[in-house]
């Protein structure tokens, strides 16, 4: 199987289920990442002998029809075309220069079914945000502790009948993360284990419920004279002390 195949593959699995009504006509997301992947090659310039230098800001055009289908979807289509583009670079041995974005944009003058990329490399400085994914939105933790619970004195307010009104918490504290169990009915659980209080990793998955939070960080690119973006680092904890 060729790495076009395992490219595709992987967001043909993460576009079931839920997703897969979303999609019976129109733009794919497979299309999208054959399109990243082509331009990824395209773009791709021999700066060195060791080094190959490929774009890391991606805007994807599409259809008014295709944008509304696609942006139903928020973070986690982003989230693994991100992750998808950064593993084709990675076997093709390609550099970037900054974190991957990759943007979705509506362009009237497309027909629907049709897309097309927009790249260029992006170099600026970087700051680390943590952030919670909670069905669907995206929290940034700017606070040192975080409560989350189905009570409207909460900070995150989940519907989640299984939840207690204060449930956990989440302690920040620039550099690393702590989830903590505040003594709830039902419990809490990190990665599938019980827990009352541990250290998060990036991706760990905190079930509180029915609810799955998931904890991401990620990098803010600032450059110098342009309007701010954010990048998903993946796996990258941030910055050391």
Same mark, same amino acid.
């Given at each position: 199987?060729?790495?076009?195949?395992?490219?595709?593959?992987?967001?043909?699995?993460?576009?079931?289920?839920? @997703?897969?009504?979303?999609?019976?006509?129109?733009?794919?997301?497979?299309?999208?990442?054959?399109?990243?992947?082509?331009?990824?090659?395209?773009?791709?310039?021999?700066?060195?002998?060791?080094?190959?230098?490929?774009?890391?800001? @991606?805007?994807?055009?599409?259809?008014?029809?295709?944008?509304?289908?696609?942006?139903?979807?928020?973070?986690?289509?982003?989230?693994?075309?991100?992750?998808?583009?950064?593993?084709?670079?990675?076997?093709?041995?390609?550099? @970037?220069?900054?974190?991957?974005?990759?943007?979705? &944009?509506?362009?009237?003058?497309?027909?629907?079914?049709?897309?097309?990329?927009?790249?260029?490399? @992006?170099?600026?400085?970087?700051?680390?945000?943590?952030?919670?994914?909670? &069905?669907?939105?995206?929290?940034?933790?700017?606070?040192?502790?975080?409560?989350?619970?189905?009570?409207?004195?909460?900070?995150?307010?989940?519907?989640?009948?299984?939840?207690?009104?204060?449930?956990?918490?989440?302690?920040?504290?620039?550099? /690393?993360?702590?989830?903590?169990?505040?003594?709830?009915?039902?419990?809490?659980?990190?990665?599938?284990?019980?827990?009352?209080?541990?250290?998060?990793?990036?991706?760990?998955?905190?079930?509180?419920?029915?609810?799955?939070?998931?904890? /991401?960080?990620?990098?803010?690119?600032?450059?110098?004279?342009?309007?701010?973006?954010?990048?998903?680092?993946?796996?990258?904890?941030?910055?050391?002390?």
């Amino acid at each position: 199987m060729g790495i076009l195949d395992n490219f595709e593959k992987g967001l043909e699995r993460a576009v079931n289920g839920a @997703f897969a009504k979303t999609f019976r006509s129109g733009l794919q997301p497979v299309e999208i990442t054959s399109a990243l992947r082509r331009e990824l090659d395209t773009k791709a310039a021999v700066v060195a002998r060791d080094r190959i230098l490929a774009p890391n800001r @991606f805007t994807v055009r599409m259809s008014h029809a295709d944008y509304l289908r696609m942006s139903g979807l928020g973070a986690t289509l982003i989230d693994e075309l991100t992750q998808l583009v950064k593993k084709h670079a990675a076997e093709q041995r390609y550099q @970037f220069t900054g974190g991957v974005s990759i943007t979705l &944009s509506e362009d009237r003058s497309l027909s629907e079914g049709m897309s097309q990329i927009d790249s260029s490399t @992006f170099k600026g400085d970087v700051s680390w945000t943590p952030v919670l994914d909670i &069905s669907g939105k995206r929290y940034p933790l700017t606070k040192s502790r975080t409560v989350i619970g189905r009570g409207s004195d909460a900070d995150i307010t989940v519907d989640d009948s299984g939840t207690s009104r204060r449930h956990v918490e989440i302690i920040w504290d620039g550099a /690393r993360a702590q989830v903590k169990d505040l003594g709830s009915t039902n419990g809490s659980q990190l990665n599938g284990s019980p827990v009352s209080q541990a250290i998060l990793e990036p991706e760990s998955v905190v079930t509180i419920g029915r609810t799955r939070i998931v904890f /991401r960080v990620l990098a803010q690119g600032q450059p110098t004279g342009d309007a701010h973006e954010r990048h998903d680092m993946g796996g990258f904890w941030g910055p050391s002390k």
